[in-house]
């Protein structure tokens, strides 16, 4: 059992370093130009010189996706950096000064919570104008009160524990206690949720490009390039569409994997110590 | 059943209800007028003139102080407008209501699906833990949660519709040469029943097959683990192991004691769910082209015209509080523990 925990672990881990390296050596790994247009070439199946076939404009499938894998992580991390930023600082806060500040922070909290993630990402996307760096604040505003909840959790949790209560004895300031005794130790959760962020990042972020208000054309973005083949499938052509939706999945899964894997062995440690 | 005390209950809950509500419509006012650079410009597009422009802003109070316009802009809601869709020229909760009936056969539908596939496997897994069962039915969970469901949507089309022809079309609840069954209550399945429409009835549960295992999916896959891991807490509970002392049959054991203990955090999971499955909803009506609110906004979105969208996050935010008031109070009702 444990064995295959390992296993589905370490094959997560395989496909994110290779997402990560696709993502970073993406101009030698692609094997044609990604937005260069041959109507000649167009809509053909896979094979040959085109693995993945090509879309309705003769682009290379594979190379859109090799070059999708740049345009994902870059949403995927900087959705979490967003989300994380603001929402475990504002758990922290909330957390360790309680009171009010506790009570407002966390109902604004709730009020975000409130809503279906997508629509309210919808919503925003919206107001900002549609496009990649509009998803991007859309997303990473959605995630927000996730973090900020596990960042008060754990705050509260700690905030207690005697080596806390001896550096208060020194007389620490509050800032010195936050950052030095209190945020290394709630990391655990905070990076098990990161990681699982991640994927969902990816597919709420591709869910507003197929809908139009996340990348636009011709940016390669995965969420897009489906948003374009949705066509072709009911006229045969199937791998327009199929490709890049493997892709996500194969990187969501990997994220939702990994990060599973992750909670594994950060929470029995986490509940030994209390 | 109405005990007094379900009914204080509910109404406790209902007046919590109202600072929710406040707190949204800030939001969304907050997206719909503080964040664009200029509200007028949204909702006219890039090309509009600048007196048009400048009527709009009146009409749309934006001359006026940011409080104030909050306040026309609540006892808008209050009055039920939640702005004018360009596109339709039509109120936007009149459209939203207009398609609403859709999304909800839809969505129960889906939860239909979710209850009976979800709950059984989930059962057996946990039943049959870490076996080759329990770990493929866990890796379907979870690559249940990691796809797209817009993708998914294509890829059930392709198979069943064109490569196997066993579904129809995928252009929304009948096909073209079905007529609707009379409108009783906007689901065509219960209406079709209803009336005694036989054709309707089929056709519109074939088009509705495709579309709700679709949507059924991230749902499915979260109640699935949420059945095992609760089935396996009750399972390891002392008084099962009484049970199982006291000789009694392994089904009864099952059945009467572990599931009924195991339902009551299902069902706050299904309330959950419902916000997933206004998600899934706005991605799936769009592959189907399943006329319902999503479908609307979507469409709305393709000619530019973002005002619905605000209504519904309104909308559908409202209705999903008002579901996860009801879980609670079930919560409540079924489970006596829980004093009042």
């Known amino acids: 059992m444990a064995f295959l925990k390992n296993l589905s672990v370490s094959v997560g881990l395989v496909i994110i370093v290779l997402l990560f390296f696709t993502a970073i050596f993406a101009n030698w790994m692609a094997p044609h130009d990604p937005i260069r247009i041959d109507l000649q070439s167009k809509l053909m199946p896979p094979g040959g010189r085109f693995l993945c076939g090509t879309d309705a404009l003769g682009r290379d499938i594979l190379s859109r996706i090799v070059f999708g894998s740049r345009v994902s ?42 809503f279906p993630s997508l629509i309210l990402a919808m919503a925003i996307a919206a107001s900002l104008g549609p496009g990649i760096s509009s998803a991007i604040y859309a997303v990473g505003f959605v995630q927000i009160p996730m973090y900020a909840r596990i960042a008060r959790g754990s705050t509260l949790s700690v905030r207690e524990l005697n080596f806390v209560l001896a550096s208060r004895s020194f007389g620490a300031s509050s800032w010195r206690l936050i950052f030095v005794d209190i945020l290394p130790n709630i990391l655990s959760p905070i990076i098990v949720n990161a990681t699982l962020g991640l994927g969902s990042a990816i597919l709420t972020a591709a869910g507003l490009s197929f809908l139009g208000l996340g990348a636009q054309p011709p940016m390669p ?7 374009e083949g949705r066509a072709n499938i009911v006229s045969g052509e199937w791998w327009v569409p199929t490709f890049p939706g493997l892709a996500i999945m194969a990187t969501v899964l990997s994220f939702n994997l990994v990060g599973d894997g992750l909670r594994d062995i950060l929470d029995p440690r986490l509940r030994g110590r209390k | 059943m109405f005990r007094k005390g379900i009914l204080l209950l509910i109404g406790k809950r209902l007046l919590l209800l109202v600072p929710t509500l406040v707190g949204i419509s800030i939001l969304i006012f907050i997206i719909a007028r503080v964040i664009p650079g200029d509200p007028a410009r949204l909702v006219l597009g890039e090309s509009a003139t600048p007196q048009s422009l400048e009527a709009i802003r009146r009409e749309m109070g934006l001359d006026k102080p940011i409080w104030m316009q909050y306040l026309i802009y609540t006892e808008g809601i209050l009055r039920g407008d939640l702005g004018k869709s360009v596109r339709t020229n039509r109120p936007v909760l009149r459209d939203l209501l207009d398609y609403f009936p859709a999304t909800l056969e839809l969505t129960l539908a889906a939860i239909l699906l979710n209850v009976i596939i979800a709950v059984p496997f989930g059962i057996q897994s946990a039943l049959r833990r870490n076996s080759f069962y329990d770990h493929l039915s866990r890796f379907f969970a979870l690559s249940g949660v990691s796809m797209p469901i817009f993708w998914f949507g294509l890829i059930l089309i392709y198979l069943f519709f064109f490569v196997l022809k066993w579904a129809p079309a995928p252009t929304g609840r009948l096909g073209i040469l079905t007529s609707p069954p009379n409108h009783i209550t906007g689901l065509f399945v219960l209406d079709s029943l209803l009336t005694g429409n036989g054709e309707a009835l089929i056709d519109s549960l074939k088009h509705l097959v495709l579309p709700a295992f679709c949507l059924s999916t991230w749902s499915m896959a979260i109640l699935l683990r949420m059945t095992r891991s609760g089935m396996l807490d009750v399972l390891s509970q002392d008084y099962i192991r009484t049970a199982r002392a006291k000789g009694l049959p392994r089904r009864a054991i099952i059945y009467q004691h572990a599931l009924r203990n ?79």
């Open chain 1, 221 to 227: 973005e995965w969420g897009q390039m489906i948003a």
């Open chain 1, 73 to 114: 992580t870059l949403i995927a991390l900087s959705c979490v950096f967003i989300g994380a930023l603001f929402g475990v600082t504002l758990g922290i806060i909330s957390g360790f000064f309680g009171g009010r500040i506790d009570e407002f922070i966390m109902r604004t909290m709730d009020m975000i919570l409130a």
């Open chain 2, 262 to 340: 195991a339902l009551i955090p299902l069902i706050t999971v299904l309330g959950l769910n419902f916000g997933i499955l206004l998600n899934g909803a706005v991605l799936t009506e769009s592959i189907f082209s399943w006329p319902g609110m999503g479908l609307y906004v979507v469409e709305s979105i393709t000619w530019l015209d973002y005002t619905p969208i605000q209504g519904l996050a309104i909308f559908a935010t409202i209705i999903y509080a008002l579901i996860n008031l009801v879980v609670d109070v079930l919560y409540v009702v079924i489970d006596p523990r829980i004093k009042l």
